[in-house]
């Protein structure tokens, strides 16, 4: 049901994704809120469009805003709108992303950099469907369907008083969290596959697949940026390839900081561990900054240095 035409292309037949599967197929034609899970880069833009393709709201927009990405002020025009003069750069009066996706479905990425002073005011709409505009004093009422993602602990955030619980529970009816691509492997050529489709048709390059070396290059890849990381190396590829089949050469792929690669004599924890350790040293020990370069939330690599005793 998830490949069938019309929606957004979903390769996910790797043994970890079978719940994402389930709970997409169950949940799609409701109108329940539901918050994806995971790492930068694994996909949850693309859960959301098929959440909203398969639900009885398809025909109406889907409208997508960084909810992490804008300064307080910003965020809560592109949120509820504002109405000509009601601050000093508003000329004319200006739609808001719910009154955009009224009868549709909202999606608010990266949920958790949302600025906690405009919090209790989302917490209103879901719970009203009242919309007030900036610098209104007139409220209207829209019919929404809200889809979040984010890449962090949302319970760290609410323990460090960066996130309202009365919030989370209005956002995470259902939770649908995406493996990282190191987690699904049997996923990754079929991905490949895919964006060589994709992109060979873009830069019309006549390419007719990998040899063994890329196949190899790409199942033992740590991929810390994940389908998106996958997506880029195989642009490249298709962009450097000279012959008709694609090289390890042209994915230009690196082992982070002399990591090993994974192989079939170590274990993918095994293969995580040493990165993780890599990446540690490469940036001094600053969990922060090590954090970013893997694309998961301080409070997830906490979690991996314990369990790896780090």
């Given amino acids: 049901r998830l490949q069938r035409r019309g929606l957004p292309t979903f390769i996910a037949e790797a ?26 880069g694994t996909g949850k833009e693309v859960v959301a469009s098929l959440l909203h393709r398969l639900s009885a709201r398809a025909t109406k927009p889907l409208v997508t805003m960084n909810a992490g990405g804008l300064s307080e002020g910003v965020a809560e025009s592109e949120l509820f709108g504002h109405v000509k003069g009601a ?28 600025p906690i002073r405009l919090q209790p005011k989302l917490l209103r709409v879901l719970q009203t469907g009242e919309v007030q505009k ?36 209005r956002l995470n009816t259902v939770v649908i969290h995406l493996p990282a691509l190191r987690e699904r492997r049997d996923d990754i050529l079929p991905l490949a596959g ?38 880029h190396a195989i642009e490249r590829a298709v962009l450097m390839a000279k012959n008709r089949e694609i090289t390890a050469a042209d994915l230009g792929l690196q082992t982070p900081a002399g990591a090993q690669p994974a192989s079939e ?32 939330s301080r409070s997830a690599l906490y979690r991996r240095l314990q369990h790896f005793g780090l």
């Fill in 265 to 296: 004599e170590m274990s993918l924890d095994q293969a995580e561990k040493i990165f993780i350790q890599k990446v540690l040293a490469r940036h001094g020990g600053d969990v922060r900054k090590a954090a970013d370069q893997l694309g998961m």
């Fill in 194 to 231: 895919h964006y060589l489709a994709r992109f060979s048709e873009r830069y019309r390059r006549a390419l007719e697949g990998f040899d063994r070396s890329a196949r190899q290059a790409l199942d033992s890849h740590l991929w810390p940026g994940n389908v998106r990381e996958l997506g």
């Fill in 87 to 114: 601050f000093t750069d508003a000329r004319t009066d200006r739609i808001g992303c719910f009154e955009l996706a009224d009868e549709g479905t909202l999606f608010l990425d990266e949920i958790a950099n949302m």
């Fill in 15 to 40: 043994p970890a994704m079978k719940a994402v599967r389930d709970t997409i197929e169950r949940v799609a034609a409701s109108d329940a809120s539901v918050l994806i899970t995971g790492e930068h």
């Fill in 134 to 169: 900036v610098g209104s004093s007139r409220v209207i009422f829209v019919n929404v369907r809200v889809i979040s993602a984010t890449n962090a602990d949302l319970s760290a955030e609410i323990a460090a008083g960066r996130f309202r619980e009365d919030l989370l529970y």
